[in-house]
């Protein structure tokens, strides 16, 4: 949500220099028109008359010099090459706060995992409602006061970002809203896909999933746009020869199936606690061998605060003491970490203790994770609850709000009820702070 911010205040700027060029054009082509109606109305003027007319020197004069010097400074001024010369200049000094491409990547995955995990329908999703189906009835888990839609473009990207993942189970339901919205509008400048792109993608996306006459279908109607197209004209007699072979792959109702996840155990538990209510940092990262690398099943962002860089950490660790009774300084925890969600951020089912020996933990040579001391430093709209799998059951996000668990048994053998996620974020701004995991020589100390 902090870059989502930043964006916004970039995108002024932007506005900013899109004005100016819009004001210069505007101007140029005024002035480009002056010039038109000047010489169109000699011509329905003057030169339709006598051609005594021509044979005024002064008319002569003025003849030649347009045809030998006033067309060729408008035909060949640089004046609209200053203008986007200026723009271009502008958007490049800004590119560097700009969202990169796995910004956009991240925001189409983010949809397509509220999509998932809320069951929310794309249909809804393309008219700004975040609905789901339960017993034939759509029903509202999130009603944004000011509803904002998607058009056939902003569809297909989304679509194109599954498609490049080979995640056709996605690209088939977005491609599909993106054709019906293209059918119905004009090409604007801003877009990135037209019709044509959408059929095309969508045909292909079909054929992947075994929708062969669909995908037929699809590319005829591509055809009647592009008729010259060599390309499509081949994948036809494709599958046209694969239906004749096989007519039984003509089946129109196949059922598409999501892309499998690495938490399919524990998803169907996870969804369903995350659907219970509906209502300077860094891209997170997760211990992986020696490195740290982002992953997909955490998407954040998050920071590690030091007790000697801000007062207020000593204070927050000094009442985690009080309610606790225990020492949360190193070594015997690590540092606050604070953590911002953004558009369907969220943390996969996962333990915060080590399960494994060569977990890389054991590397700091602390011991395992006693205990998880989480603070909620925002409240959201919708989404966001940190549900615990097994233990079946998921907390709301509260501002200020605490949550404390013991991720070890008094034996030091992990606790499994301790399966738990944060939900991906619907709308609002995600803040959590703590994760504050204690290590075991917490308690050895003690002992
Ligand atoms: O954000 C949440 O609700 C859970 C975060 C969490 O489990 C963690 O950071 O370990
Ligand atoms: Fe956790």
Known sequence: MTSVKQAVIAERQLIDYLR????????????????????????????????????????????????????????HSNEAEENINALREGYRRMEGSLPKLEDLQGAAQGLMRLQDVYDLRVEGLVRGHFQ???????????????????????????????????DYYHSVQWFEEAVRLFRGTDWSPENEGTLEDALDHLAFSHFKTGNISYALSLSQELLL????????????E????????????????????????????????????CQTKGSQLRRSVVASGVNQTTAEYRISKSAWLKDSAYGVVGKVDRR????????????YAEYLQVVNYGIGGHYEPHFDHATSDSSPLYRLKTGNRVATFMIYLSSVEAGGFTAFIYANFSVPVVENGA??????HRNGQGNVDTLHAGCPVIVGDKWVTGMLKLYAITLEKKC
């Not at 999130?142 to 993942?165: E, N, Q, R, W």
């Not at 046209?240 to 999501?258: F, G, H, I, M, Y």
């Not at 985690?320 to 070594?331: A, D, E, F, H």
């Open 20 to 75: 100016i060029y819009l004001e210069h054009e505007t101007q140029r082509l005024d002035d480009i028109k002056r010039f038109f109606s000047r010489v169109t109305s000699l011509h329905s003027g003057i030169y339709n008359e006598q051609s005594a007319t021509i044979a005024n020197p002064i008319v002569a004069f003025k003849l030649v010099k347009r045809l030998k010097s006033e067309w060729m400074n408008v035909v």
């Open 132 to 166: 789901r189906i339960t017993n034939g009835n759509a029903v509202d888990i999130y009603k944004p006061l000011v509803p904002d839609t998607l058009s056939g473009d902003d569809c297909f990207l989304v679509g194109k970002v599954a498609y490049d993942l080979e």
């Open 225 to 236: 746009h592009d008729p010259m197209n060599s390309r499509v004209h081949f994948n036809v």
């Open 238 to 273: 494709k599958y046209e020869k694969l239906l004749d072979e096989s007519p039984a792959v003509t089946n129109q109702s196949l059922v598409l199936k999501r892309p499998d996840s690495t938490y399919l155990r524990t998803r169907n538990v996870y969804e369903k606690l």
């Open 320 to 331: 985690i003491t009080m309610v606790t009774g225990l020492n949360v300084q190193l070594p």
């Open 403 to 408: 949550l404390f668990w013991w991720n070890l």
